[in-house]
């Protein structure tokens, strides 16, 4: 998944999501808290990958992996693409109206668009970085 998309949450906690993620997230995907201040969008396998690691690890271990599913809400988007935000994983995010969504290789995240601009401004040195960490 690539791009950036600005988009708005509404009042009923909806947001559109849009319809080249929506192509590449499937009909059913999950929605989660994500590691920065940001929700994540995992598509069903990426989520089913989530859950052969859970599965393999001894109870002991498991356990810090339950913030994860505790917080997740599987989704279909309805007929006009949208999906509910939960006041709980909007307040983790810090989501009111303006969001931006963004692809990340394998999920989408969402960002309240302040706190995207602070995260997201891009300079000359970390795109250098970033193709050094990819071996060009």
């Known amino acids: 998944m690539t791009g950036t998309y600005e988009h ?8 559109f999501i849009p319809a080249k993620l929506r192509e590449e997230l499937g ?6 808290m994500g590691v920065d201040a940001c929700l994540a969008i ?3 396998a990426t989520w089913d990958r989530f859950l052969e690691i859970y599965r393999a690890q001894p109870m002991s ?3 810090v992996m339950r913030p994860l599913f505790a917080n997740a809400v599987k989704c279909e988007p309805d007929s006009q693409g949208r999906i509910v935000v939960s006041p709980k994983l909007r307040k983790y995010a ?7 969504i963004i692809g990340v290789i394998d999920r989408a995240e969402i ?3 302040e706190n995207w601009a602070e995260e ?17």
């Not at 708005?8 to 947001?15: C, E, F, M, Q, S």
């Not at 810090?94 to 931006?100: A, F, G, P």
């Not at 997201?120 to 071996?135: F, I, K, Q, Y």
């Open 8 to 15: 708005t949450i509404d009042a009923k906690g909806r947001l």
């Open 27 to 32: 009909d059913t995907f999950y929605l989660a």
């Open 42 to 44: 995992y598509p069903q």
């Open 61 to 63: 271990q498991s356990k």
């Open 94 to 100: 810090s989501l009111e109206k303006n969001v931006v």
């Open 111 to 113: 960002w309240s668009a």
């Open 120 to 136: 997201g401004e891009v300079t000359p040195e970390m795109m250098s970085a970033c193709m050094e960490a990819l071996g060009f």
